[in-house]
Each structure stands twice: as C-alpha cells, then as structure tokens.
C-alpha cells in the first residue's frame, strides 16, 4: 500500500506548499503560519481523520474571515480564536451531531466560496499591478481602474508569467508530473532573481517566529461569534468535502463524526502553535485521490514532508517573489466562482440563493453575506413545501378540479378563486393528489364542497395520498408529518373502476373512503370515449395516458430519466399475450427488470422448425446475446386459449392455425402423460397432477417450452456453462397464486419466506 502512498503524499506536498503560502498571505497571517497549519493538517487530522483520503490544511475559504479577525483582534488573538473553534468542533464531533452540519444548503456554501474566492482575486489583483489592496471589496473594484492606468514596472511582468504558466501548464502532458503552482513559482524566481528589485517572502526564524495564543480583548459577543463561525464554516467544508471524497474512491466509506471531531483536535493544536484554521481542502484531496494514494497514511505523509521542507530548506522561500504569490492567489480566486456548482443548481431552482450569497459576501461581508442566503434557503425552502396547483377544467359534461402539492393556509385564496370557476349545479370529480392539508385549507374546501351540493352539484373525491380531507371530515387524528404516495388501487382494470364487474367484488376490497362523508369517489377511472358496436362503451387509452402522466409520471422520471439510454434486464420473460397476465404485478418488477417476449400460448419454436420463427428466436438472441441476462423465465397460465386450442378444434384462422403447430410437442408429451396416468404410473416431474385436463395441459407447455429453449445453441451454451438459467412459472389466475417449477413439480411460491 505505501507503494502508492509514498508517491501520492509527494505530490500532494508539492501542491500544499505553495497554497499554503498564498493562503497566509491572503489571510494576512505570518506566513509560517500556513506552513504550521498544513503540517497538523497532514500529520493529525490525516491520521485520526474519518476519512482516508481527505488532505486538511490551511483553506482559501477561510482566508476572508482570518483576515477580518486579525484586523479586529490581532493575530495572537486569532489563534486562540481558532483554539476555541477547536474546542466547540471536537465536542459536536463527541456527541455525533457531524450529518446535521450537512443540512446547510450547498448552495449557500459554494456561494460563500465563490464570493470569497472574488473578494481574494479582487485584493491579490492590486498586488499584482504593484500596488497594495483595499480595506474591502468595493472599494477594490473602485480603485482598480487608477490601479490599471499607474505605471507598474517589473511587478506586472511577473505576475502575467505567473498567470500564463499556471493557464498552459496542465496542457503540457509531459511536465505534469510537476504541479501546477509549484512550477508558476519557481519559473517566476527566475526573472524576480534576476532583475532583483521585487519584494520576497519573509521566512525568517522559520517556526520559530510564531507566537504563542493571546485571549481576544473585546465585546463578549463579537468573540463568541466569531469561534461559532470559524468553528462552523470550517467544519461544514470539512464535512462536505469528506462527503465528496466519497465519490473519487472505492475504499472505506468516512466517518463524519470521526473527521469533525479530527478536525476539532487539528484546530486546538493549529492554535496553540499559532497556526492558521484547519479545514479539509478539496483541492488537496482531489490531488491526492488522482495521484493514487489508498489509505491516510499519503496525508500523514505529506504533511511530514511540509515540516522536513521547512527545516531543512525553508531559505528556499525567500527566493519566491510575492507579486507571484498574489498571482497565484488571484488564479485561486478566479477558480472558487464555480460556474459547474451553479448549472448543477440551476436543475435545483437553487441560483438565486448561490448568487445572492456570493453578492452578499462581496459586497457586505462574509458572516452577512451566509446569513443572507440561509435565510433565503429557508424562505425557498417553505415555498416549496407551501406550494400548490389547482387546476379547473370541464370535458364531458363533467368538472375536473385537480389539486397537487401541500394544501395550507397560503393556497387558500388561489383554491377558494379556483373553486369559483366551476357553475352552480355540475357535477365535479374533486382529485386532491395532496401530501399535507391543514384545518383553513379543509374548512375551505369543505364549506364549498357543502354549498355546492347544497345548489344540486356532485362532488366525487379521490384522494391519491393518505386521506386528509376523509380524516379531517371523520374526526380521525392525521399523522403530523407529510405522507407518502397510496397505491393500493393502480392495478385495478377499467372495467371494474367504472363498476361494470361482479357487484360483489368491492365488497373484499378496500372501503371507498368517500362514503364516510357521503361524497362518491371517482378513483382515477380514464373516461369512455369509445362506443362499440353494441352501445357499450369501451375504456380509452388516451384517457389512462392523461393519467399516468397526472399521476404517475412525476414519480417515475427521475426513475426513467437515468435508464433512458440503455436498458440492463436482468430476466428474458416469455409468456402468454393473454390480458390477464400482468408481468410486472405478478413479479413486483418494475422498469428495466424484465425483457419480455409475448405471443399466443407462450411458445418457444425449437431452432430450425417449421414453419421458422424468427420473432421469438430474436428475442432470445438478444436477450442473451445483447442485454446478457442471467435468466429466461416460462410462464404459462391457467385457462389458456392457446391450449384450449390444441386440446379441441384449432379455430380456422391460418395465422394462429400455423403458429399453434409450435404446441404440438406439448400435445404429444400431455398425451403420454394421460396414458402413463391411466396405467397408474407415478406422473414423474411434469406436475400436471390435479386440475382439470386444460390446466394440466397448461403445466405440462411450460415445461415443454423449457427444452424447447435448449435446443438453441446459444442458450444451450450458457445454461451448459452455468451462465444462464431456465426457471418456469404457471400463475393460477383464478386463486392469484404464483407456482414454480422445482424437482417435484411445479411448487406455490409462498407468501412468506422460510427466514420470516
């Protein structure tokens, strides 16, 4: 393992330095505080962190509020800040409260990084033109313009050296063992060292110079505020950044209370040396997964490398010019606005919050400017769980109104104008596909509910969601929170929906809630829009598809969207085209499970017959040979038509006449099984024992169609190989029961597994 730790902690070493250096310089520390506050990082927030790639260090994140609290308390005082930020992260660690620093928006958090990474750019910029930076944001932009047009001399050459190397470097595939900001320093020492006038880094004594934590001289609260906000922005980095890490590896999952409570312990000490705050870093981390590093020992090791460095050849410091320094920070700057943080929230309708912090850090400053944009995640956040969507609309003499999302107090005048809309006297299908109804929007609904029926109307309500409205007019206690998506009538036939089946049935099924208020309930029933022959009225497709799209749909895109490209079935299912055979409700499946092959009889023509089959036996080619399925499934059923055939007259249909010559094998082989019956011989394996001849028939095709398959030679292969297998089924439709073919025949699966 340390083959490939030794070599990631090198590089990781080499990025670290020099950001470290431009991160105190920014933070407007000494700049061996950076240096110390990367070698605790490495060495004890690597070694007790919760993750085992993570790289913590000095962040650029930071850098804004370091630099305040040095102008508001002194450096001495910052580092017992930090100390104290230490404290309070180690004890949230102890008590494993890590996950509920993630409730913090991600976009408030790229948002405050971005702003800070503009406020960085904006100061370092002025450096890098020979100037000096402004006391804020604005009014470094108002002085750039007289910054740009003074006379810069050498300060500028080397800054735009700086830029262009760390631009063109990662296009040159050969150096890019090398990283980046190393190489944009030490290039630009060669032209600083040569002409000789540029201001260097000071890094005199080393170590040595730092001092020890002072106790902030000040307002009570303003210290006590400013330990929350390093203690929080520090750790919500760290969290989100471990949390990230997960993604790049495939090694053991982190910890998050483990990593904060590392993070505390990294603090307390940064402090004490008088260091600067330490956080994880994604920069770092990210270099060090890529640079294939498999366990902490790549961050230990990196920050051991920091200290021997510093020691040894710390004089090499001297030699880096700082208008490079500020070069390189300003590149940093300009990379934290993170434009792929924005497009991935702009799916999330969640810009506006990323926007409006980073404006508000620029321009105010960053403790506002977080606040800012929680609090307007907070308000986006109760929107969207007040919104809601009432939509009226009249189709066959019928008045459809259409509620979804959460109904409360806010929606009441949109659903009371709604309502209005719809005449005196119609007869209304009321659908509340809502998840939350309090007691203003119920009496609103219910008041006009009364009066309408009170004016000769009809209101039939269908609640798609656990019942609110019933509850409500019941007396029953709601649950608090919201509720989920009910299914328990999807799978019911349209006839039987529009009530044209055995009367009897709903008497087994579930109550109609509706009668408990005395409204009827339209259960998503799709209209009649077809008339046959006769007068009787046919269900329309197009209907059932307006609500799918209603009702379904929504919950299945995210679903649908990830599969839309290719599909991976792990199951070849071949069955009867028979329109009571539901695949997916008899198997609990859903998209993307099955490939299934339907025809009449659920054949399986043997390779080479005659007459030849080229449906099916593409079906199987593909399936096996395409999507790779681990298994091919024969169902059969009760009652078959298809079997039903064979057993008498074949109707006189050419088509179906010739495909049911693929069943004939089945007939022969049912045939010797009644013989073998009749002279009392054990049935063998068929399972065709008990039930009528039709359903023995049926059985018997199952089995049948199973060897049929081996004599595809593809198939046949695989099954040889143990690759593939063949599993038959027979749903009994009358008893709803699911059999399976084992050695004794075919077997009903049972309603509960023998573990249970």
């Known amino acids: 393992m340390l083959r490939n730790d030794v070599p990631a902690s090198l590089v990781v070493f080499l990025v670290a330095v020099p950001l470290s250096?431009?991160?105190?310089?920014?933070?407007?520390?000494?700049?061996?505080?950076?240096?110390?506050?990367?070698?605790?990082?490495?060495?004890?927030?690597?070694?007790?962190?919760?993750?085992?790639?993570?790289?913590?260090?000095?962040?650029?994140?930071?850098?804004?509020?370091?630099?305040?609290?040095?102008?508001?308390?002194?450096?001495?005082?910052?580092?017992?800040?930090?100390?104290?930020?230490?404290?309070?992260?180690?004890?949230?660690?102890?008590?494993?409260?890590?996950?509920a620093a993630l409730g913090v928006s991600p976009a408030v958090v790229h948002g405050m990084l971005a702003g800070v990474g503009i406020v960085i750019a904006l100061s370092q910029v002025h450096i890098v033109l020979g100037g000096k930076p402004q006391s804020s944001a604005m009014e470094n932009v108002l002085t750039l313009p007289a910054q740009i047009a003074d006379h810069h001399g050498h300060a500028v050459l080397i800054g735009l050296l700086t830029v262009g190397v760390l631009l063109v470097w990662r296009r040159l595939p050969k150096v890019r063992v090398v990283p980046a900001p190393l190489a944009a320093l030490l290039i630009a020492a060669v032209p600083a060292a040569m002409l000789g006038c540029l201001t260097k880094i000071d890094l005199s004594g080393g170590f040595s110079s730092l001092q020890h934590p002072l106790l902030p001289q000040g307002e009570w609260f303003a210290i006590v505020s400013a330990v929350l906000?390093?203690?929080?922005?520090?750790?919500?980095?760290?969290?989100?950044?471990?949390?990230?890490?997960?993604?790049?590896?495939?090694?053991?999952?982190?910890?998050?209370?483990?990593?904060?409570?590392?993070?505390?312990?990294?603090?307390?000490?940064?402090?004490?040396?008088?260091?600067?705050?330490?956080?994880?870093?994604v920069v770092r981390t990210t270099t060090n997964v890529r640079a294939g590093a498999r366990s902490r020992w790549s961050t230990v090791l990196h920050g051991v490398w920091i200290l021997v460095f510093v020691v040894a050849f710390g004089w090499m410091i001297g030699l880096i010019p700082m208008e490079a320094l500020a070069a390189l920070l300003m590149f940093i700057g300009v990379q934290m606005v993170n434009l792929g943080h924005a497009r991935n929230l702009r799916n999330h309708r969640e810009m506006p919050i990323y926007f409006v912090t980073m404006a508000g850090v620029v321009v105010i400053g960053l403790a506002e400017g977080v606040a800012i944009g929680l609090a307007l995640a907070a308000l986006l956040a109760l929107l969207r769980l007040t919104r809601v969507s009432v939509r009226v609309r009249e189709?066959?003499?019928?008045?459809?109104?259409?509620?979804?999302?959460?109904?409360?107090?806010?929606?009441?005048?949109?659903?009371?104008?709604?309502?209005?809309?719809?005449?005196?006297?119609?007869?209304?299908?009321?659908?509340l596909n809502i998840d939350f109804m309090d007691n203003a929007a119920f009496e609103a609904l219910q008041a006009w509910r009364l009066e309408h029926e009170r004016g000769g109307g009809t209101v039939d309500v269908d609640e798609v969601h656990s019942e609110w409205y019933v509850n409500a007019v019941s007396g029953t206690r709601t649950s608090q929170g919201k509720t989920h998506m009910r299914h328990d009538q999807w799978w019911l036939p349209w006839a039987h929906r529009r009530g044209?089946?055995?009367?009897?049935?709903?008497?087994?099924?579930?109550?109609?809630?509706?009668?408990?208020?005395?409204?009827?309930?339209?259960?998503?029933?799709?209209?009649?829009?077809?008339?046959?022959?006769?007068?009787?009225?046919?269900?329309?497709?197009?209907?059932?598809?307006?609500?799918?799209?209603?009702?379904?749909?929504?919950?299945?895109?995210?679903?649908?969207?990830?599969?839309?490209?290719?599909?991976?079935?792990?199951?070849?299912?071949?069955t009867c085209a028979d329109s009571r055979v539901v695949p997916n409700l008899i198997t609990s499946s859903g998209p993307g499970d099955l490939f299934t092959a339907r025809n009449i009889g659920n054949?399986?023509?043997?390779?080479?017959?005659?007459?030849?089959?080229?449906?099916?036996?593409?079906?199987?080619?593909?399936?096996?040979?395409?999507?790779?399925?681990?298994?091919?499934?024969?169902?059969?059923?009760?009652?078959?038509?298809?079997m039903a055939a064979l057993?008498?007259?074949?109707?006189?249909?050419?088509?179906?006449?010739?495909?049911?010559?693929?069943?004939?094998?089945?007939?022969?082989?049912?045939?010797?099984?009644?013989?073998?019956?009749?002279?009392?011989?054990?049935?063998?394996?068929?399972?065709?024992?008990?039930?009528?001849?039709?359903d023995k028939l049926c059985r018997i095709n199952v089995i049948q169609q199973l060897d049929n398959l081996r004599t595809h030679p593809l198939v046949d292969d695989l099954v040889r190989s143990g690759r593939l297998e063949l599993t038959g089924l027979y749903f009994d439709i009358g008893t709803a029961r699911v059999h399976v073919l084992d050695d004794d025949g075919f077997t009903p699966v049972p309603e509960r597994s023998v573990t249970e």
């Open 21 to 99: 250096l431009g991160i105190s310089v920014a933070s407007g520390a000494p700049i061996a505080a950076g240096l110390v506050a990367a070698v605790i990082g490495g060495v004890v927030a690597g070694a007790l962190g919760g993750s085992v790639v993570q790289v913590s260090g000095p962040a650029a994140g930071l850098a804004l509020i370091v630099a305040e609290l040095v102008h508001k308390f002194g450096w001495r005082a910052t580092c017992m800040i930090t100390l104290l930020a230490g404290l309070l992260q180690l004890l949230l660690g102890l008590v494993r409260v890590a996950r």
């Open 500 to 574: 044209r089946l055995d009367p009897a049935w709903p008497s087994s099924a579930p109550p109609e809630s509706g009668h408990a208020y005395g409204a009827g309930v339209h259960d998503a029933a799709p209209s009649t829009d077809v008339e046959r022959a006769d007068g009787a009225a046919l269900p329309g497709l197009i209907e059932g598809a307006r609500e799918f799209q209603r009702r379904t749909a929504p919950l299945m895109r995210p679903l649908l969207h990830g599969m839309s490209r290719d599909q991976a079935p792990s199951h070849l299912f071949i």
């Open 229 to 281: 906000l390093v203690a929080l922005l520090a750790g919500v980095e760290s969290l989100l950044t471990c949390v990230a890490s997960d993604r790049m590896h495939s090694g053991p999952r982190a910890n998050l209370d483990r990593e904060l409570t590392a993070q505390g312990v990294a603090n307390v000490i940064s402090g004490a040396c008088g260091g600067l705050p330490v956080a994880g870093v």
């Open 395 to 431: 189709a066959d003499g019928r008045w459809r109104v259409a509620v979804d999302g959460s109904l409360t107090f806010l929606a009441v005048p949109r659903l009371t104008r709604s309502l209005a809309a719809v005449p005196t006297g119609a007869a209304v299908d009321l659908d």
């Open 647 to 694: 057993l008498g007259k074949t109707p006189d249909l050419p088509g179906l006449r010739g495909w049911l010559r693929h069943g004939t094998l089945s007939l022969d082989r049912f045939r010797s099984f009644e013989e073998s019956e009749a002279a009392e011989e054990p049935p063998g394996p068929d399972g065709a024992s008990g039930g009528s001849r039709l």
């Open 603 to 642: 054949l399986v023509p043997r390779a080479a017959s005659a007459p030849p089959d080229e449906s099916v036996t593409a079906a199987i080619e593909y399936a096996v040979g395409v999507l790779e399925v681990q298994t091919i499934t024969v169902c059969g059923h009760s009652g078959c038509g298809a």
